[in-house]
Nanobody, 127 residues
Framework: QVQLVESGGGLVQAGGSLRLSCAASGLTLSHYHMGWFRQAPGREREFVACISWSGATTHYADSVKGRFTISRDNAKNTVYLQMNSLKHEDTAVYYC????????????????????WGKGTLVTVSS
């Protein structure tokens, strides 16, 4: 049974930092491209960042470019999202997702094409 479990969310002041983790089980992480998505209250889920199976390629939404960094440790079956200079508008539930790497990673990843999803972790940025 595949599970993606996000952690690291919480309440932080604007300008602060958080590091999200996504621990995978039931699959071999190195076989998957990974992405982070988020959904704010009253809004649709949106792409945040993605990383290819090897970690060689990354891609970011314009809204987080230069502030967020996605990384992965395939040996630990874990993907990370380092979030710096957080803004109130970054408040959302953050989800990690996996798609089997049968082809070059789409940039950005398409949420409708992801194979597995975590349940999310809430990030709240106070202004």
């Amino acid at each position: 049974q595949v599970q993606l479990v996000e952690s690291g969310g919480g309440l932080v002041q604007a300008g602060g930092s958080l590091r999200l983790s996504c621990a995978a089980s039931g699959l071999t992480l190195s076989h998957y491209h990974m992405g982070w998505f988020r959904q704010a209250p009253g809004r649709e889920r949106e792409f945040v960042a993605c990383i290819s199976w090897s970690g060689a390629t990354t891609h970011y939404a314009d809204s987080v470019k230069g502030r967020f960094t996605i990384s992965r440790d395939n040996a630990k079956n874990t993907v990370y999202l380092q979030m710096n200079s957080l803004k109130h508008e970054d408040t959302a539930v953050y989800y990690c997702a996996a798609v089997l790497s049968v082809a070059t990673m789409m940039r950005p990843l398409d949420a409708s094409r992801m194979d597995y999803w975590g349940k999310g972790t809430l990030v709240t940025v106070s202004s």
